[in-house]
């Protein structure tokens, strides 16, 4: 089934750890995305990528980084995890304006 | 004040009934506009797109974009059990979604 899959479901991890959460789309998208969703804050950019090569921040990028190595592949690390990172986060990917495609979302608690 | 306001409800109807969900935003600069539906735990999806304003209808659902109120709605017509989720408003001035703004989303309930 087309689509994104994003790993893991969901993590708990101790402050000051380094995690990458993974993504992959096999819709061959140009442009991917990484959000966070957080109560009574909706879905917040975190950073997107138009095509592979390229990287851009969005509205919360601080404390995350990204690379677009290919164009399936979509790696959100956080390189020192802090509680402020607790949140749901989601990959999506788009070929136009025509809306996203997401994934089903990484569920992370930073203790 | 954010760009895009959406109440975060919850709201109940009973089956059957036409739901009315609702944003409004600041930035005269957006030009397209969508909804998302999200089931708990699991990804948003895409509900309806709209590029400008006036009206898009598919099936049970409607969706309405003013631009000079700036307001943008989505109507739900007979509504059943299975349409229970949180609805995201999202919009964007741009063919490239990189300044897509969403709404905190709507939380519905429909009761059978």
């Known amino acids: 089934i087309a689509g994104i899959t994003q790993a893991p479901t969901s993590q708990i991890l101790a402050a000051g750890r380094r995690m990458t959460l993974r993504c992959t789309q096999d819709m061959r998208h140009n442009a991917m995305y990484w959000y966070r969703q957080d109560l009574g804050l909706g879905l917040r950019l975190i950073h997107y990528s138009n095509t592979a090569g390229t990287t851009g921040k969005g509205e919360v990028p601080d404390g995350y980084s990204v690379s677009r190595a290919n164009t399936d592949d979509f790696p959100l690390t956080l390189a020192s995890a802090v509680p402020s990172q607790t949140s749901v986060y989601f990959c999506?990917?788009?070929?136009?304006?025509?809306?996203?495609?997401f994934g089903s979302g990484t569920r992370l608690t930073v203790v | 004040q954010k760009e895009v306001e959406q109440d975060p409800g919850p709201l109940s109807v009973p089956e059957g009934a036409i739901v009315s969900l609702n944003c409004t935003y600041s930035n005269s600069a957006f030009q397209y506009f969508m909804w998302y539906r999200q089931y708990s735990r699991k990804g948003p999806e895409l509900l309806m797109y709209t590029y400008s304003s006036g009206n898009k209808e598919d099936g049970r659902f409607t969706a309405q974009v003013d631009k000079s109120s700036k307001y943008i709605s989505l109507f739900i017509r007979d509504s059943q059990p299975s349409d229970s989720a949180t609805y995201l408003c999202?919009?964007?001035?741009?063919?490239?979604?990189?300044?897509?703004?969403f709404g905190a989303g709507t939380r519905l309930t429909v009761k059978p």
């Open positions: 999506a990917s788009s070929d136009d304006s025509r809306g996203y495609t």
């Open positions: 999202a919009m964007s001035p741009t063919y490239n979604n990189n300044d897509m703004r």
